[in-house]
């Protein structure tokens, strides 16, 4: 039995956490020495939804994290880092269908339906009071985007009467409800529909991930700008359920490969033409 097929056996037995298993860092062992152990390398098993699947949940409107292209793909840099970690784990990725961001915490925290949630999500708090964070993978901060030349900033958006755009749930609505006290937050369940409306003049502003509002600026929405810079200091992590330790274990040190491998950059280069994020 290979490494990946036993590692498969066990989660279909639903042994997590108690069956531990030898570590084989892709050498061929023989096929009866599952009860074994190695010294040096020992790996927790862990459970997933489907044999030899890893099983994403998330929000699909977050380009250049996740996002569907014209052939109805499920394309982006997340995709492509939770790819390269299944890969090291000797899983396939799947994708369920879109889900609203905020629906995507308690998913992952009730279990049963994906085993991981990667949608540009930052580690916080409240969040990790549902669910686990793998080890954070990106640096992001928030941005506010405007019409071009409209000069809005912080201070002329904090005031009565103003409506500024968020997604539903996300880090970006926390901050206008915590920093912009005066305007009126307005909850989106969908990045595009506040993007337009910004452009449209139907909200002053939005408040979005910074990475993902130069995307949309340089892809659909040449008329917006980011007019202000948030420096939420944010770090992406992978939400796993705290029952499912192992999963997180092992999603870490595909993650240590993958950096180290040169995988990341790699991803970096290819989504955001830099390795500087
Ligand atoms: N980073 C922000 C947060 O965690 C926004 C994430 C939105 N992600 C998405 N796939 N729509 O709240």
Known sequence: ???????????????????????????????????TTDETTEEASYTLVKE???????????????YIDEDGVTVGFD??????????LGLTCEWLPNQAFDTLVPTIAQGGKADISIAGMTIDDTRLEEVDFSDPYLN????????????ETSE??????????CQTGTTGNSWIEENLPNATCVPLADVTAGMMGVSTGLYKAMVIDL????????????DLEVVEEIPTGEQYGIAVSYDNPGLKD????????????????????????????
Do not use: H, Y
Request: aromatic letters at 4%; charged letters at 20%.
């Open 250 to 277: 092992a999603i870490n040190d595909a993650l240590a490969q993958i950096e180290e491998d040169g995988t990341m950059d790699e991803l970096k280069q290819k989504w955001f033409g830099t390795t500087e994020v």
């Open 79 to 88: 995709v492509d880092l939770s790819n390269a970690i299944a890969e090291k």
């Open 140 to 151: 992001s901060n928030q941005g506010i985007v405007a019409l071009a030349g409209s000069g």
């Open 1 to 35: 039995m290979t490494n990946m097929n036993r590692r498969n056996f066990v989660a279909t037995l639903g042994l997590a956490g108690t069956v531990l298993l030898a570590g084989c860092n892709g050498s061929e062992q023989p096929a009866d020495d599952a009860q």
């Open 52 to 66: 030899g699947v890893l099983t994403n949940v998330a929000e699909l409107g977050f380009a250049p994290f996740e």
């Open 211 to 222: 990475p993902v509002a130069q995307n949309m600026i340089a892809e659909s929405f040449s």
């Open 156 to 165: 002329t958006l904090d005031v009565e009467g103003v409506q500024v755009a």
